[in-house]
């Protein structure tokens, strides 16, 4: 079984930065692609970044593009996601999500992941 935690998340004023992490233990895991999603209060959850492990594929939601920036380690089978220019509206809860193997499903759909972590709050006041 496959484990993800995620970290570094926090309550941090607008125009500020964060990077998160993401720890993916467990069996020996190769993922395909990895990414972030985030879920605010009242709302759907929602794609905000993805690479593939090669890292010849990154997406990323439109509103994040210039201020987030996904990035992944492979030796410490990490994932990162460094957050500058943080706005109110980028509160939520983040999630980081792997795909085991390629399904050809987008990577901005829920369902082309297999394992989730629990999630870590970041809060941004105005």
């Known amino acids: 079984q496959v484990q993800l935690v995620e970290s570094g998340g926090g309550l941090v004023q607008a125009g500020g930065s964060l990077r998160l992490s993401c720890a993916a233990s467990g069996r020996t895991f190769t993922p395909y692609r990895m990414g972030w999603f985030r879920q605010a209060p009242g709302k759907e959850r929602e794609f905000v970044a993805a690479t593939t492990w090669s890292g010849d594929s990154i997406t990323y939601l439109d509103s994040v593009k210039g201020r987030f920036t996904i990035s992944r380690d492979s030796a410490k089978n990490a994932l990162y996601l460094q957050m500058n220019g943080l706005k109110p509206e980028d509160t939520a809860v983040y999630y980081c999500?792997?795909?085991?193997?390629?399904?050809?499903?987008?990577?901005?759909?829920?369902?082309?992941?297999?394992?989730w972590g629990q999630g870590t709050q970041v809060t941004v006041s105005s």
């Open positions: 999500a792997a795909e085991k193997d390629p399904s050809f499903g987008s990577s901005r759909r829920r369902d082309s992941y297999d394992y």
